[in-house]
């Protein structure tokens, strides 16, 4: 039996995205200034991703992501036979206000993704837009969310689940004094 450890320990996370981040860009002729200005993010915020100096933002991410036409599970893939997904041990991506983390769990080779979700209670979360044809599901595991998506409000209480087109612009909401968790799976089968 092989025991591996926690891949995300001590910056690690931030030092596999900058490689993944190198390796697409390259491979994609892009130089750094042409990506920044692409995604309207700084070409010294792309210059520190890609280096692995600290981790960046889940928008940030996003951005590169969709910059680069990859699913966002490219930027932080880790290969194994068996992947346990584990809550202590799992990295963490923030919003910039700290009030939404994602926690990616696997991948299945660009088709889709999926991720736990945190969402602060009265909190909200916009999120931008992905790549044209993104198709997102999500579950309430447990407390309240509210939904907005193409301008229409759906309100889910526990257990409740959506699929929309994550190619809108949409925004999660917590209109409750408790801690939102949510499970989100990413689908890139119509790209």
């Not at 290969?79 to 346990?84: A, H, N, R």
């Not at 919003?95 to 909190?123: C, I, M, N, T, W």
């Amino acid at each position: 039996m092989v025991v591996q450890s926690n891949p995300w320990e001590e910056g690690a996370a931030g030092k596999q995205i900058g490689a993944n981040l190198r390796q697409f860009r390259t491979n994609r002729g892009m130089s750094m200034e042409h990506l920044a200005k692409k995604i309207g993010i700084s070409k010294l915020t792309l210059m520190n991703v890609e280096r692995g100096e600290g981790n960046p933002t889940l928008s940030v991410i996003w951005k590169i992501a969709n910059g680069l036409n990859i699913p966002v599970s490219a930027l932080l893939s880790i290969e194994s036979d068996v992947s346990i997904a584990r809550k202590e041990d799992g990295l963490k991506l923030m919003s910039s206000d700290k009030v939404f983390v994602a926690e990616p769990l696997f991948q299945s080779h660009g088709l889709y993704e999926l991720y736990r979700g945190y969402l602060q209670p009265h909190a909200e979360y916009p999120s931008e837009a992905h790549q044209f044809g993104v198709i997102e599901y999500v579950t309430v595991m447990s407390g309240k969310l509210t939904l907005e998506v193409g301008g229409e409000t759906y309100h889910l209480n526990e257990y409740d689940s959506i699929k929309f087109k994550g190619d809108l612009d949409h925004k999660y909401c917590n209109p409750t004094s408790a801690l939102a968790i949510l499970h989100f799976v990413i689908s890139y089968h119509s790209m």
